[in-house]
């Protein structure tokens, strides 16, 4: 399995940027990908996750209604698309697949994990 983030980058308060996520190397459906992000010093944290089926979706409370999780099937990705971005939203932001049965953003339901894409608001 790989998962490959990007779409990182700086922006500036109240900005917009889409982070996309290619998923690939899965033998069986998983059950969720999830977006995580960890900022300096403080613990990863779950920001958003999206069932197989595109049908079912979570937000963390600090992201909501600013950030919208969505999937295309045939290509095999992952966006978020994070919008009114504020510097509290700086992190190395990660995709994670959830193999195993079970839904939200608890870090231990993931078991897949790729490399981070660097988010940086500035003022």
């Known amino acids: 399995v790989q998962l490959q983030a990007s779409g990182g980058g700086s922006v500036q308060v109240g900005g917009s940027l889409r982070l996309s996520c290619a998923a690939s190397?899965?033998?069986?459906?998983?059950?969720?990908i999830g977006w995580f992000r960890q900022a300096p010093g403080k613990e990863r944290e779950g920001v958003s996750c999206i069932s197989s089926s595109g049908l079912s979706r979570e937000y963390t409370d600090s992201v909501k209604g600013r950030f919208t999780i969505s999937k295309d099937n045939d290509k095999n990705m992952v966006y978020l698309q994070m919008g009114s971005l504020k510097p509290e939203d700086t992190a190395v932001y990660y995709c994670a697949a959830a193999t195993r049965r079970g839904w939200g953003l608890s870090r231990a339901l993931y078991d897949y994990w790729g490399q981070g894409t660097l988010v940086t608001v500035s003022s």
């Open positions: 190397g899965f033998t069986s459906d998983y059950f969720a």
